[in-house]
């Protein structure tokens, strides 16, 4: 069969779990509890959630737009961002975290 090595072209292998450096756990814990204050989480979530199949993409981009990111973030904390949606689970993790601390800041009723 000519086409044979098409079948496993695109062939992806199970995913490893995704586990974040200090640094970038801290990043990620600043960025979430900013979204949290800003009460952003359910539009967050949406948009983590669309965008999840394309974590290499987002990150390859988040270095293509680098120059103009900066200016927001500073040059290290926008390359960690790049480099962690880069692993597949990344977002997955990202999700979740955001999920936990937007349950711990939510306000106690009753």
């Known amino acids: 069969m000519a086409l044979e090595w098409l079948k496993h072209a695109f062939a992806v292998g199970p995913a490893a779990p995704f586990e974040p450096t200090q640094s970038q756990r801290e990043l990620i814990d600043r960025l979430c509890r900013e979204i949290v204050a800003r009460r952003l989480t359910t539009p967050a979530l949406l948009f983590l ?26 040059a290290q904390a926008c390359e ?31």
Not at 50 to 73: D, E, N, R
Not at 94 to 103: D, G, M, N, P
């Open 49 to 74: 959630e669309s965008v999840s199949p394309l974590g290499f993409v987002t990150g390859q981009a988040l270095q293509f737009f680098k120059p103009c990111l900066t200016a927001f973030g500073g």
């Open 80 to 110: 960690q961002f790049a480099v962690m949606l880069e692993h597949r689970g990344s977002i997955d993790w990202l999700s979740r975290r955001l999920t936990e601390i937007s349950r711990e800041q939510a306000p106690r009723t009753g």
